[in-house]
């Protein structure tokens, strides 16, 4: 699993209240990456980070920001849970000679949002 | 605007048969990578292969290959003597130069027969 480990793996939440979800990774790897997983989609990037404080948009980033404090860790805040942000997020780093050219994921987190 | 497409939503195979996912992309950028991931049950996504389009030379791991057209923009995957593990949710994605931004096609369901 390229030491990444994400939490909660699965949550439930109501509409309107903010949720967190936390990547944590072991390997110091500089590149983070946030998708979401739809049926009929795919992935989608929502945010990525080049290194600490250092964060870029995505094709799907409205409604989520996201922190990245400390190598190892990404977070990624829905400050108001909607209907549409249930999904399957996934963390991902980068790794390669270059930094990023091959992706490993994290298990997932199931959101739900009623 | 890049963009992957897997016109094929479900495939099937017998065990030990050898069976190709179809996969067609569009891309402006001359620098670019393709990949193939494997998305079992267990949601966890699992590089399969990767091909730097600079290099003629199709990719090889194992079981796995690749047959890249790229005048035709076509990366499809050939599985050789398929096994019951191999069956899962395969994704064709392309990243241009935006390391770690990966755009995804749909997936191809591949199902294996004993």
């Known amino acids: ?114 | 605007a890049q963009t992957v497409t897997q016109s094929q939503p479900e495939m099937s195979v017998q065990e030990a048969e050898t069976v190709t996912l179809s996969c067609t992309y569009d891309t402006s950028e001359s620098d670019y990578y393709l990949f193939w991931y494997k998305q079992p049950p267990s949601r966890q996504m699992i590089l399969v292969i990767r091909q730097e389009a600079y290099k003629q030379q199709n990719a090889t791991e194992n079981r796995f290959s690749v047959n890249f057209q790229k005048a035709a923009k076509s990366f499809s995957l050939k599985i050789s003597d398929s096994q019951l593990g191999d069956a899962a949710m395969y994704f064709c994605a392309l990243r241009g130069s935006t390391l770690g931004r990966l755009y995804f096609g749909r997936g191809t369901q591949l199902t294996v027969w004993p």
């Open chain 1, 1 to 114: 699993d390229a030491g990444i480990t994400q939490s909660p793996r699965h949550k439930v939440t109501e509409t309107g209240t903010p949720v967190t979800l936390r990547c944590h990774q072991t390997e110091n790897h500089r590149y983070m990456y946030w998708y979401r997983q739809d049926p009929g989609h795919g992935l989608r990037l929502i945010h990525y980070s080049y290194g600490v404080k250092d964060t870029d948009k995505g094709e799907v980033s409205d409604g989520y920001s996201v922190s990245r404090s400390k190598t190892e860790d990404f977070l990624l805040t829905l400050e108001s849970a909607t209907s549409s942000q249930t999904s399957v997020y996934f963390c991902a780093i980068g790794a390669g000679d270059r930094g990023g050219e091959k992706l490993f994921f994290g298990s997932g987190t199931q959101l739900s949002v009623l």
